[in-house]
């Protein structure tokens, strides 16, 4: 399964070419050296683009970093929901949508790495955690759908959502952390398994 790449997810090509490098210079930065630590100069110099044509697009530095959020944020909801589509089954859907997370990771480490482990409430205080927007909303939706079809054991939803997704979470860290001896999406089956696991223990119980 072919991942999308940084600029597709998140939807760049809607924006002007100066407003791309902008973004994508600002994402490379934030990663690299945390957002309160860059400074304007760092991205133009990562972008290649004036001081002056940033400050043309973008107010300052949290709106800069509000706009590629937003992107991000409609980007993957967007990506999730196509991918949703294409399959019928709940657990058919969420295996899917492990082995595109997987993909991604190895295709876009420096978003996934943002995505991840950016502290995005530290300088964007007024926006909404991550882990309630839709994106991962569309995730516990899945898990919920697949247990009252039965595919899952009749747990909280939080808790079965933890245990369905968490360990592809932590395998993506990992991968971005640059701690595993393979590529993140080699890891699909081993994943599947103990999605398995908590398929068999639903029909025992």
Not at 32 to 52: E, K, L
Not at 82 to 96: D, V, Y
């Amino acid at each position: 399964m072919s991942a999308q790449s940084a600029e597709q997810l998140l939807h760049l090509e809607t924006l002007s070419e100066t407003e791309r490098k902008i973004l994508l210079g600002a994402l490379h930065c934030f990663i690299q050296q945390g957002y309160f630590n860059t400074r304007i100069p760092d991205i133009v110099a990562a972008s290649g683009v004036s001081t002056g044509s940033i400050y043309h697009h973008f107010k300052d530095k949290q709106h800069l970093a509000e706009a590629l959020i937003t992107q991000l944020i409609n980007g993957l909801d967007q990506a999730m929901a196509k991918l949703i589509s294409q399959h019928e089954t709940p657990m058919e859907q969420i295996h899917a949508l492990i082995e595109w997370m997987l993909t991604l990771t190895d295709a876009e480490p420096e978003l996934v790495s943002f995505i991840l482990y950016a502290r995005h409430r530290e300088f964007l205080p007024h926006q909404p955690p991550l882990c309630t927007q839709q994106p991962f909303e569309k995730m516990r939706s899945l898990v919920v759908r697949a247990r009252e079809n039965g595919d899952l054991p009749p747990l909280d939803e939080m808790v079965l959502t933890a245990a369905v997704f968490g360990p592809t979470l932590r395998i993506m860290q990992a991968a971005v952390d640059g701690v595993l001896p393979r590529p993140a999406h080699t890891y699909s089956a081993a994943l599947f398994a103990t999605i398995e696991r908590l398929s068999t223990a639903s029909a025992e119980v």
